[in-house]
Nanobody, 125 residues
């Protein structure tokens, strides 16, 4: 019973930065893993980054490692994705997803139970 709403997408020039937010309803959010996925036209939805429900367990796709940072603020029921050094290849609809409760952190989209509507990120060259 988690509802997710993404925000923060938009148009950004290559090399720029953008921060996405994933706001969740309910207090069970704190016990859920939260992942960011993205889907570009003609491509499958792919894992970008994830953060565990406890501790500081984080996971990143190789394509975004060292450029993107995922964090969460359970008091605000929000997960963030800070995106730096953006490339045109990062252009996609970015989705927030939740997996849980009390699950191990996964990077497979089918393992996530709840999804937001997505927010478009377009990186121009």
């Amino acid at each position: 019973q988690v509802q997710l709403v993404e925000s923060g997408g938009g148009l950004v020039q290559a090399g720029g930065s953008r921060q996405l937010s994933c706001a969740a309803s309910g207090r069970t959010f704190s016990n859920y893993n939260v992942g960011w996925f993205r889907q570009a036209p003609g491509k499958e939805r792919e894992f970008v980054a994830g953060i565990g429900w406890v501790g500081n367990n984080r996971r990143y796709a190789d394509s975004v490692k060292d450029r993107f940072t995922i964090s969460r603020d359970n008091a605000k029921n929000t997960v963030y994705l800070q995106m730096n050094s953006l490339k045109p290849e990062d252009t996609a609809v970015y989705y927030c997803a939740a997996d849980g409760p009390f699950k191990s952190l996964k990077s497979i989209r089918n393992e996530y139970d709840y999804w937001g509507q997505g927010t478009q990120v377009t990186v121009s060259s």
